[in-house]
Every structure is written in structure tokens, then in C-alpha cells.
């Protein structure tokens, strides 16, 4: 049967009809282990059952209203956040996606300090909108944000502080940063590389911006990679792993940023809708009840050992947010693990293996991902 997408997506070699955990069932009935998560967004496993009553529950009684009227889980879920988020960022607005928060948190950061320039990161990748195409890596990405009109943001190379301070200077809107870049492979920042961020912009008056779109919502050692790595900055983004499947955006902010915001300056129809806030509380209670940060820690630990058992001699990232550098096209590695019914993904770095399995991915499945490794490596 032909198809009315448009063909945009390379897509996995699988049909998922039903998920459990870190499984998904296929359309003829074979299971898949998944150490991907949906892009990470599978943060407390596919359908767990308390964000499925969840999302029930509140269905039966409203599914949706605008954020032209307040909404009781709407409030809830940024009280949840500010509290999670290390102080001051306490204030908090919602959207639908990473690329939208990050977005706003441009326009934010532009705002407040009145300027206009944006530094950013060699490797980030932060969304496909205007704004966050100019602060993307890669030429595709480069060229979309001269179409869009917007001028590119300075870029500095990954860890170089030198080049950090050289770059924000009294023009300098913001610095923005992924703590631990995804699709670069799970590249880590050095934590005196974010120290040093932190001290330049104070100095210039220009706002840290954390794209915690992959990285966070426990991923990382704590509930934001900004608390994992002693870091706070003026602006942070959450997305993927925050209602465990369900479509929304967050950015967090200190009460110092938001002060320049009047009645209409930040907008968003869906943000924070009674299913979604419900589905993303919910999915918080499970991270915390279950201890999944403390497991992902304990679980990532495991997976760079065993990797490293393997041979393979580099293991980048945090937590549940891995790059095993393969030496070898992680293309062809990610193949034979399909064909082992493994789901993993790969980076802009071709020798890249990304790992990104929900926080509650077990020792046991760990160990049936690394047998299925020592095979294709083998």
C-alpha cells in the first residue's frame, strides 16, 4: 500500500502495535528491545500503566481547553517543575515541543537583555524552527536558517572556553548549550567548560540558555543535567521525556529573565492542556516513585563497563545517554542489531552508536543488549 507521507523520515525496520516497558510488540507479534526509547522519549518505559489511568482519567473528564483559561493541572505541573529545576529557575512556560521551547527561550533571552546575537555550540542541534535553525550545526540546518531570513549565531568549538569568552561579549543575547549534546553522539561537556559559561555571561550580561530537550527529565543523574552538573543557568528546556510520549515543550526561567514579560509577549494554544499536564505529572510521579534516576545512573554505569569490555575503548555521555564510538560505521553495527530485533540509533557522527533506553531499562535487558553487541562486533 502506497503512502501519503511525505518521505522525510529514514524509518526503523519495524511496525510497533503495543508497547510494554522497554519493548515494543511488532505488527506480526515479535518483540523488540529498545534502547532508543522513541528518541528518549519513552522516559518511564512505553505505556506504563499509571500514566495510562492518567491519561484515562483526565480523557473522560476534559480533554482539552486553551490556555485562554486556566487549568488546575496546568499550575500543578509548573509548581512539580519549579521545584525539580535547581533555584532560582522557578517560572515556567508551555509549549508543544523542544524546537518551540527552545524557540521561546531565544526570544526570551532576546527580550531581556534587548540584544539580538545568539552563541551556541559546534554539535548542537536545538530544532528546525527559524530561530533555532540559526543556533543548529550542520550545513542542511545553516542553509535552512538563510532561507528563513535569520542570521546564523556565532558558533564556538565544543569544551573551549577560550573560545567562549572570546565569542559573548556585550551584543550577546545568550550562550546556548545542550549539557550533554545528543545527536553530536552523546557528547558530555566538561563540567568546567559549563562553570566557565556560567562565570563569561554573568560578567557580559548575557543569559545561559540549557537545551535540556534529550538530556534531561532524569536522563542524566538528577532530574535536569543543570542539577547534575552544579550548573544553573538563566533559561532551560525540557520536551521529550516529560509526558512519556505525549506532545509538550517547557522552558524554566528565573524570576530575573521573566520580569521584562507583559500579557501576550509568549503564547501557545496546546501548552500545558489538561491531557498532556496530566500525562506529564503522572509520568514525574513514576520517575520518582520508582527511583528511575538513580536506576538509569546505576544502568549506565553497567552499559559503559560492559561496553568497555567489548573493546570498545570510548564511551561518551551521562547516565542513560550514551555513545559508544565504535571505530567502525555505527550504520552498519545498528543494521545487525535490527536484525536481532535491537533497536538503537546512531549520531551525526558516523562511528557513533547512540543509546537512549527508558530510565527504567534493567540489568537484564542491559546484558541482552551488550550479548547482542558482542555478536555484531564480534
Known sequence: MGSALLPVYPPFPVRPVRGYGSWLVDDEGHQWLDAYGG??????????????????????RLLFYSSAVPH??????????????????????????????NENALHLARKHTGRQSIVSVAGGWHGRTVATLAVTDGARYEDGARRAGMPLSVKVPFDDVAAVDAAVNQSVAALIVEPVQGLAGARDCAPEFLRAARRICDARGSALIFDEVQCGVGRCGAFSAAEAYGVTPDILTFAKGLAAGLPIGAVVATPAITACLSVGDLGSTFGGGPLVAAAALANIGVIEREELIANAIRVGDYLVRGARALGIVRVSGRGLLLGLHLGRPAGEVQRALFDRRILTGTASDPQVLRLLPPLSFSLREADLLLAGLKEVLA
Open 72 to 101: 488546575h493541572l496546568r499550575e500543578e505541573l509548573a509548581e512539580r517543575l519549579a521545584a525539580l529545576c535547581p533555584e532560582p529557575l522557578g517560572r515556567v512556560f508551555f509549549c508543544n515541543s523542544g524546537a518551540e521551547a
Open 39 to 60: 528518541h528518549a522519549v519513552a522516559s518511564t518505559g512505553h505505556s506504563h500503566p499509571d500514566v495510562v489511568h492518567a491519561i484515562a482519567v483526565q480523557a473522560e
